[in-house]
């Protein structure tokens, strides 16, 4: 053990918290994970409240960026959910590409504020360089490494004892990875004698990559239960916790990146009914509802060991809504009580009353905040989705001390109950949440396109897809094979033509990307709409601008635009305003910079970071204009410039891409960590490397708005950054 003062803390561990539910009952987790923005950390904290209150999971989860990139974070979110929240916590913690001391840091600072459970994790494909960087002296028995997850397992063991429950990884349709390219592309056999190691190293329960093929789900389980190990001649996972992960479906383009990132497959019947919608939204979002509604109740369906309650894992991507409608449609939730129905008309009253204690008042002080905040971008408050058959649980509420006022609590729940003591109307809560009535509805926006474009940084699922942190997204020798040897400035210009010219589906920094180096969307290099702009973008990648991203102008077409339409069919019309983002050399960018402040303010606005974080806009060289009273626009406004927008019938204007400041901070980070993990590609001195690493400290990274988008001033940008 560690040798700091650790709180005596209660046995939270899943496996007690499991063991307490009665026989045959059904629990369920949700997984969260660190916001990449402050204000959408601050929100998440507000959504938190709401949906630990109104939902009462069993117990949450919060991710590990691969490599320790969210390390302060992860423990930051997990230290509010166990501590502040009251929530039985699981954090998750990878073992590779990291300075391991983390490791045991990470650990300790569990112990310190009572987290009770880790899902052990390997993380990416260990690499080389990683190899020589070893804990403190004496953390690390004599010849232990990690290489695996049973590695992290088995040093958990050791330093720690018993102290935490640990949770691994199980893949129902096989783990893929370069690691093993020998077993074939995904083999369920091929991990089974690995996760039965992890098991006798001490893990207590499995939990699962999201799946959406409930037959391949079927035969995991079975097969798992059935498993006899070599070793022991044991029935291994006989009557181990079994947690299926489930990602409720929040839009189109998520749930085909996110299946291509995992590696799950969308069964074709799935597939149809979500093709048939995939231009609306809100219509995926409903189907959505009803396909994880469905195999929620399948997998219930499927027996279980005797009396060995039946879990269920949400990947929630910080998003609320959908989870909201799946646990009330699945009768997931304690019931109403006729009081908490009564209070349902007045939310306001019941969410800052009385029935709110300690901590919890406090985070509903946060979401009123975060509620005003939220109401000045692309709130969307009125933005619902209807479901029939709304029903209530004919079960009784779940009994036992309040939760969220003690971190001792208890939790016990009855046969419908989720294990979280009933003493909050959570139902009425779901039910504003899920319906966007009183403050909670308000408060519970859809985040609409949080992984779209850029969606408002403010929301805490801005931009991540899969919360592990930012990456290559392929592995080195993907990464070779996609993008070769670059040898000079030259070799990145051929890469960055090629991909407009639709020849290589992605560059290092496209989304559209998955593990195989394959296309994600399977919708090739680009979006349709990039045809329209496919000569200006050559031009500006032969000057040495090296396009990451852009979008043509558009005045008002009709949303069933084959090429340019989203949102409702036919009920609308929608807009764009130019823009591009590239990187240059820094040699270039003090001539750009003046083009771009000599262009009329009213016409450009424009954003430039570079690897040291330096960053300049518009208004940051308009504020020290104004100081120098030559400023034609007011000083210090937010840098929200929203780039798409949609009017609609009965509805709010709904603004999916904005650009702001803070998203671009981010992003820049991001996309310079890209250039650092591309470099690692390389052996360390190589041409190659050296030329990464070069580029990574000298590039800028520029992104240019054209507020003109009517008629023949859409091509302003393009004349613009063309003219010498
Ligand atoms: C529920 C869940 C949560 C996750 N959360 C995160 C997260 O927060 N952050 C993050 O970065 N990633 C996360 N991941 C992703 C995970 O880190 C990756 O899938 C990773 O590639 C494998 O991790 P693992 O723990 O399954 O590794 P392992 O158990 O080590 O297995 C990795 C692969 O290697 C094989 N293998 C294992 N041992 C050996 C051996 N001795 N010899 C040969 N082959 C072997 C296995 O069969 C498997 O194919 C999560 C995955 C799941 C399912
Ligand atoms: N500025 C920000 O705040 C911010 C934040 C996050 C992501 N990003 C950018 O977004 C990209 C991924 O986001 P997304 O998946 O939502 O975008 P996307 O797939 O919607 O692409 C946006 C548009 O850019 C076009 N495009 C793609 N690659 C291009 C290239 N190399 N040159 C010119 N145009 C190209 C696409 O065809 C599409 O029309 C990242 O690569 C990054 O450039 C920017």
Not at 260 to 287: F, G, M, Q, Y
Not at 295 to 324: C, W
Not at 491 to 517: C, M, N, Q, Y
Not at 585 to 595: I, Y
Request: proline share 6%.
């Amino acid at each position: 053990m560690g040798s700091r003062t650790h709180l005596r803390p209660p046995d939270d561990k899943v496996t007690t918290l499991v063991s307490r539910l009665p026989p045959s009952s059904t629990y369920f987790s949700l997984e969260f994970f660190p916001p990449k923005t402050q204000a959408g950390f601050t929100n998440l904290q507000a959504r938190l409240a709401r949906m630990t209150t109104a939902f009462r999971p069993l117990f949450v989860t919060v991710t590990w960026g691969a490599g320790g990139s969210t390390a302060t974070k992860s423990l930051e979110l997990a230290e509010i959910c166990q501590r502040q929240l009251g929530v039985p916590t699981v954090l998750h913690l990878t073992c590779t590409n990291m300075n391991q001391k983390l490791i045991d840091e990470a650990l300790e600072e569990c112990q310190s504020v009572g987290i009770r459970n880790i899902l052990a994790l390997r993380g990416d494909p260990p690499r080389e360089e990683y190899k020589d960087v070893l804990p403190d002296p004496g953390s690390k028995a004599d010849g232990e490494e990690f290489v695996w997850a049973v590695d992290l397992v088995k040093h958990i063991r050791r330093k720690y004892g018993d102290y935490f429950c640990i949770g691994v990884a199980g893949y129902p349709e096989g783990h893929a990875d370069e690691s093993h390219p020998e077993a074939g592309k995904q083999n369920v056999e091929h991990d089974l004698p690995y996760l039965a190691e992890k098991t006798k190293a001490g893990a207590d329960f499995i939990m699962t990559q999201l799946t959406y093929d409930v037959k391949a789900y079927r035969n995991y389980e079975e097969r798992l239960r059935n498993y006899i190990d070599d070793e022991t001649k044991k029935k291994l996972f006989k009557d181990i916790p079994i947690i299926p992960g489930l990602m409720p479906i929040q839009s189109y383009q998520i749930i085909r990146r996110i299946t291509k990132l995992s590696h799950a497959k969308i069964p074709d019947d799935i597939s149809a009914r979500i093709e048939a919608v995939k231009n609306d939204d809100e219509e995926v979002k409903k189907v959505g509802v009803d396909i994880i509604s469905e195999l929620v109740e399948q997998i219930r369906g499927m027996p279980q060991p005797d009396g060995l309650p039946r879990g269920l894992h949400f990947y929630t991507l910080n998003l609320e809504k959908s989870v909201a409608f799946i646990l009330e449609r699945c009768k997931l939730l304690p019931t109403t009580s006729e009081s908490e129905a009564s209070s349902s008309d007045d939310s306001d009253v019941a969410v800052e009353g009385k029935e709110i204690v300690n901590g919890i008042k406090s985070q509903h002080q946060i979401s009123n905040r975060a509620k005003r905040r939220a109401s000045s971008v692309n709130a969307q408050p009125h933005n619902r989705v209807i479901l029939g058959n709304r029903t209530k649980s004919p079960n009784g509420a779940a009994t036992g001390p309040n939760v969220l006022s003690s971190i001792t609590a208890k939790h016990e729940a009855d046969e419908s109950g989720s294990g979280i003591p009933a003493s909050q109307p959570t139902r009425t809560h779901n039910l504003m949440i899920s319906e966007g009535q009183g403050s909670l509805g308000r408060e519970a926006t859809w985040d609409d396109f949080p992984n779209g474009r850029w969606g408002p940084s403010h929301s805490p699922a801005f931009g991540e897809i899969d919360g592990y942190g930012p990456s290559l997204k392929v592995g080195p020798i993907t990464a070779r094979r996609l993008w070769g040897h670059p040898k000079s400035a030259a070799d990145i210009t051929d890469l960055f033509k090629r991909h407009v010219t639709g020849e290589l589906h992605a560059v290092p920094w496209s989304d559209d990307v998955d593990a195989d180096g394959v296309s994600n969307t399977g919708e090739g290099a680009l979006r349709a709409e990039t045809e329209h702009i496919r000569k200006e973008l050559l031009d500006l990648i032969n000057q040495g601008y090296w396009t990451l991203a852009s979008q043509p102008a558009i005045d008002g077409v009709r949303s069933d635009h084959p090429t340019f339409g989203w949102g409702p069919k036919g009920e609308g019309f929608v807009f764009q305003k130019a823009f591009v983002e590239f990187f240059c050399a820094s040699s270039a960018w003090p001539a750009l910079r003046q083009k771009l402040i000599d262009a009329s303010e009213t016409d450009i606005s424009w954003m430039k970071i570079d690897a040291q974080g330096d960053f300049e806009s518009t208004e940051t060289v308009s504020t020290s204009k104004t100081n120098g009273a030559s400023s034609k626009r007011t000083p210090g406004t937010s840098g929200v410039n929203a780039v798409t927008w949609g009017v609609f019938r009965g509805k709010e204007i709904v603004t999916p891409t904005i650009i702001e400041a803070e998203s671009f901070r981010t992003w820049g980070e991001e996309a310079y960590s890209i250039w650092g993990e591309w470099r690692r590609c390389f052996p360390r001195g190589s041409r190659e490397e050296k030329l990464l690493e070069e580029l990574r400290r000298t590039v800028v990274l520029v992104n240019v708005v054209s507020q003109r988008y009517v008629g023949e001033e859409g091509m302003a940008l393009w004349k613009l950054l063309a003219g010498n």
